[in-house]
């Protein structure tokens, strides 16, 4: 960490409990809504699986408590196991953040380490309902028996549920996790990013959180407060370290930026599906799933 200062040409950097690493931009599923616009026909970036290597250790040396894997659908990466072990190995707890479409055998041993916890993504409890969603026909399925799944073997599993329109079975999908033994399970609106982006992207698409203790590498490199906040870039971790882009002036304009719009407060009356006004659930809403990190075990 750098000294404190209040040179603006040496900005400073608050402690970063949750690094986002997006290390492909393919999915198994071409939901509509998706931040990242990702889908079966993208690639996995610029960013090779030692670039990844380095930045995972650069973020241990710098005090980094959790990092995330998310895509994209993560586990696509060829590298995926190898980099989540890399992680574990300097002694980061991990999040993996998967659609849960598709998990191969070896995938449930390495979900298996206890510092390790999964999060996904439902839309709803009809399968008509959450397949119209993800644009795949049998994802509801596939990714509820794998939900069931995780429970099964003791996995820690956040699930969260974006509510996209009126008339949406979003609580009666929350009861169904809780029915099935999910203990965390979040609510939260559609962002105005990526695929559900109406117009040019704007900081009223976030929750006012990112870069609090938060940032993400995306699949080129580019280092954005959020997954969300991919449309402010800080800088490139190709060709620079996450130290140096992390305590640049550039870094510190975003983050002055956003901590404007960051509530004091939750009201009692809060819409859990609008984490724009308070927190849906037991965590910062910044993630994709429900904008909420899985907390620290």
């Keep these: 960490m750098t000294a404190k200062t209040d040179s603006p040409a040496n900005p400073t950097v608050g402690p970063l409990r949750l690094l986002e690493l997006e290390i492909t931009g393919r999915c198994q599923l071409a939901c509509t809504h998706c931040y990242a616009e990702s889908g079966p026909t993208k690639g996995h970036g610029s960013m090779t699986g030692e670039d990844w290597r380095r930045v995972i250790s650069e973020a241990a040396a710098f005090g980094v408590e959790q990092v995330q894997f998310i895509g994209g659908e993560p586990s696509l990466h060829s590298e995926f196991a190898g980099l989540v072990r ?43 309902e959450h397949d119209a969603v993800t644009g795949r026909a049998g994802s509801h399925a596939a990714t509820r028996a794998n939900i069931v799944e995780a429970v099964r073997r003791g996995i820690p599993v956040k699930v969260g549920i974006i509510h996209m329109r009126e008339g949406q079975r979003t609580e009666q999908a929350r009861a169904e996790m809780a029915a099935l033994g999910v203990e965390q399970v979040g609510i939260d609106r559609v962002r105005e990013v990526g695929n559900a982006a109406v117009s040019v992207p704007s ?27 991919r449309f402010l870039p800080a800088g490139q971790v190709q ?24 509530p004091t407060a939750c009201a009692p009356d809060c819409v859990p599906a609008d984490s724009d006004s308070c927190k849906p659930s037991s965590g910062t809403p910044c993630n994709p799933m429900s904008y909420a990190p899985t907390p620290l075990r």
């Design 86 to 128: 890399h992680a574990l190995d300097a002694g980061l707890s991990v999040q993996v953040y998967s659609n849960l479409y598709r998990v191969l055998s070896e995938h449930w041993d390495l979900f298996a380490h206890p510092r390790l916890t999964l999060g996904t993504s439902y839309y709803s409890d009809d399968p008509a």
């Design 203 to 229: 900081t009223s698409a976030l929750c006012g959180r990112c870069a609090n203790g938060i940032a993400a590498i995306l699949p080129d490199g580019t280092v954005a407060p959020c997954v969300i906040g």
């Design 239 to 262: 060709g620079s370290t996450l130290k140096g882009v992390l305590t640049s002036a550039r870094w510190q304009e975003i983050a002055e930026s956003l901590r404007t719009r960051r």
